[in-house]
């Protein structure tokens, strides 16, 4: 019988070192097949090891297959093809050196604000709800009831919508929730038309369902909503209370008129009403779906009004949508945190969620009041400004004879980020470059101290 | 002019009822089209408001577009469409009546174990977590960096796979993660080959995108491969470490037959290892993605080895299905909370999570030890009992002559709840009915009354 003495260390159980010695003799054919193994003794002895421990390995072996028992007679190998590719190259350990520009501030339209974040009672909340058992489980697939019934108060108060709880299904984002919509309406509908210039993520969702896309034009003073006789889809998507990304809203005309549309083809809008909570100039305008429900599917979120990092969105369906969906989505196990879901159901239901939307309707509008009069000083006849009534973010439209790339790259080469519009973009548009401004996470001094990075950038 | 004079009451800001009030009697037609209201200063003599409050009001209904101020002229209505629908029905308000079963013991399957839960050090964690600026963002659509690397550092520590952190692809579950790869897969492939018993969500989400399925068998002893060289498909999705439902394991000569076959083929092999971390008798087996990673796609979760609700998945992807993954989805937002991947990867880096699968490892097997002993001493020779080496759950196959639906609903008839496994069979029937039972949930005492019941309702 061969040697098989080898040196232990101290590194790892002594078990899994004899395990994945003999493991890799077996794996590289320095141990033929039927070629028979030391007993469970003579290796113990020969290692200095208890039986135990070489007993432990033998039975990992042979319950992975590289060696079987034969009773009395002993452990053997059994037969196993070459390994069939090289080793992968190791993990490696060092860090990634990341090319580091110094942006001292950055426009971001991904961010809230952090300062008043209610950090404390959104603890306390969250804590409470880690002793619950539901937090310990799988969950509802089509979201935590006290949640629903949260949302559909608030739709009812809020939005002017009058929903129930079984018509919501809570998602984790905008995108998981149009890819999941998208498998219904795609059983029945092949095209659909989006707004030009429209938000690029969702189109990217219909196309995840090979929806082809038309294109209807809309412009700062709002969409051209007679083009959409001349159109064969019998589906849209809109943002009507705060156009994604000009800002303009519908107005009751144009809202009726789009449910006239929707009635008369038998189709659906879907409404994304994704930061209808912060208008400055008015109250909140009612949803779309306030209007007549029953064409309209309803898509909010919890991204700009509360927290990105929380992945909570929702739509409500009306029927029959809403029992195919069911129907479809049955056996499917919910994508959201139940605890997100939980914690936010409890804030809301204590009125803390409308506590801090009141509170940051108005930090957000100071802020854009405060980045909007910047600009103007600054800038003056160079630019105008587009959208500054609601949302997180402004844009400017800049006459100053250059490029959108020109702009965000002399801004970037000066310690600013911001970014393009050119992203929305399709047929419809625009003459001169169009940049997107977000302040939400900013303080006032990094806004006034960026809009002076701008200046230099760019005048 | 007509009297406009209303009852104004303490319940809202009286800006509010203003606007609501002439919103409705624009809407029920009342006041007509082009039809002037009374001045903001009548009104608001009238009304013994502020001039301000009946400003407040008819800039909110000229903004939504129900009336238009003509300069000096004053405020006229717009025409607009009678409503189209009826009201919906109000928001219900009283609570769901639902049916109550007196359910003492439930042997879900969906738990797991919450009195050995580290709360405090995940409490400490994720509060530190929540001040960090991360947590105000949307996070990397791929999932954050630092737990992809807590994921690449354990993978090759415990799964004997070696993989980089860039390969590594975070989803909120093992269904919505198919649902993105599958976008990709489908280009090339029509259908796929699954297990027969097998994980019905799996195939629910290989339906999704109206995959054609191939069925190959699966025993209680195990996988018959020899089946592969008769189908057509070039994808195959397996449980090789834990097969569900029945719990056995691929052996090596197995998954080298399997790594062969997608290598002649040019196909993949889904390798879905969703609770390896809990095995009883041995270590938890390598990988099948450590034998050979270019052909395998390794999906791994959170949900049974801590916590379900997190909703925490992902997967090591082989290129070319990387690169075409990530240019498929680098516009779509993560569907994962960011606190629970920064929370998670904070509690790897610290050890924690491997202290907390060591501890559940033995608290799991004492419960499955006790599990099967009980059932042994109460049902003898009328069951037998599959999987009892590893998992959160036990079947059971009864052998009374009595079908799956009674087992069940005897039980709950007596206050005990199981649970079916006909689901997971496609053609490979069982003769005798099978009973899912998991006890990761429950106590000692539960696990002890819960099989006191289903002797009561069964024997």
Same mark, same amino acid.
């Given at each position: 019988?061969? &040697? ?5 260390? =101290? /590194? ?42 070489t ?17 009395? =007679?002993?452990?053997?190998? &059994? ?8 080793? $992968?190259?190791?993990?490696? &350990?060092k ?19 952090? /300062? ?13 709800? !880690?002793t619950?058992?539901e937090?310990f ?43 999941? !919509?998208?498998?219904?309406l795609?059983?029945? +509908? ?15 969702a ?5 929806? /082809? ?8 003073t709002?969409?051209? !909503? ?10 849209? @998507? ?11 809203s ?8 789009l ?20 208008? @400055? ?36 369906? $009306? ?5 195919? +969906?069911? &129907? ?7 994508s959201?945190?139940? *605890? ?6 409890? *804030?809301?239901e ?13 930090? +957000? ?10 600009l ?16 997180? +973010?402004?844009?400017? =439209?800049? @006459? ?38 977000? *302040? /939400? ?19």
């Amino acid at each position: 019988m061969k &040697n098989y003495l080898f040196v232990l260390n =101290k /590194s790892s159980p002594k078990y899994k070192q004899i395990y994945e010695h003999f493991k890799s003799l077996i794996e590289q054919g320095n141990v033929k097949a039927d070629e028979q193994l030391p007993s469970v003794r003579q290796l113990a002895e020969s290692l200095q090891v208890s039986r135990n421990t070489t007993l432990t390995a033998y039975n990992q072996l042979v319950a992975e297959g590289y060696i079987r028992g034969e009773g009395r =007679k002993g452990f053997f190998v &059994n037969p196993l093809e070459p390994s069939l590719h090289e080793e $992968p190259p190791i993990l490696s &350990n060092k860090k990634r050196v990341e090319k580091k520009a110094s942006v001292h501030v950055d426009f971001r339209t991904d961010a809230v604000d952090q /300062s008043h974040f209610p950090l404390k009672r959104w603890r306390r909340t969250a804590n409470h709800v !880690l002793t619950l058992p539901e937090s310990f489980r799988y969950g509802d697939p089509f979201g935590e009831m006290s949640l629903r019934e949260q949302i559909a108060i608030y739709l009812l108060q809020s939005r002017g919508l009058r929903t129930d709880e079984n018509a919501i299904i809570i998602g984790s984002n905008t995108q998981q929730i149009l890819i999941n !919509l998208g498998r219904i309406l795609r059983e029945e +509908y092949s095209s659909i038309i989006v707004e030009d210039p429209g938000f690029d993520g969702a189109r990217e969702a219909f196309q995840f369902h090979h929806f /082809s896309l038309e294109y209807f034009p809309v412009y700062r003073t709002g969409a051209d !909503l007679s083009q959409l006789n001349q159109m064969d889809s019998r589906l849209i @998507y809109v943002t009507p209370s705060h156009h994604s990304p000009y800002g303009v809203s519908m107005n009751i005309q144009q809202r009726q008129t789009l449910i006239g549309w929707a009635n008369k083809i038998q189709g659906y809008i879907i409404e994304d009403d994704y930061d209808s909570e912060f208008r @400055y100039t008015e109250q909140p305008f009612p949803a779309l779906a306030s209007i007549d429900a029953t064409r309209v599917i309803y898509l909010g979120n919890f991204s700009k009004s509360f927290l990105p990092g929380l992945r909570l969105s929702y739509m409500v369906l $009306p029927e029959p949508l809403l029992t195919r +969906y069911k &129907n479809q989505f049955q056996n499917f196990e919910s994508s959201t945190s139940i *605890f997100s879901q939980l914690t936010m159901a409890k *804030f809301m239901e204590n009125g803390e969620w409308s506590r801090h939307i009141k509170r940051m309707r108005l930090v +957000y509008k100071r802020k854009m009041t405060f980045l909007v009069s910047l600009l103007k000083k600054h800038f003056g006849q160079n630019i105008s400004i587009i959208g500054e009534q609601s949302g997180l +973010y402004v844009l400017i =439209k800049v @006459y100053l004879g250059v490029s959108e790339e020109w702009l965000i790259e002399q801004a970037f080469l000066n310690g600013v980020r911001v970014r393009p519009t050119s992203i929305y973009f399709i047929k419809n548009h625009s003459d001169d470059p169009i940049i997107k401004i977000g *302040f /939400s996470g900013l303080s006032f001094d990094e806004i006034e101290y960026g809009v002076h990075l701008l200046k230099q950038a760019w005048l």
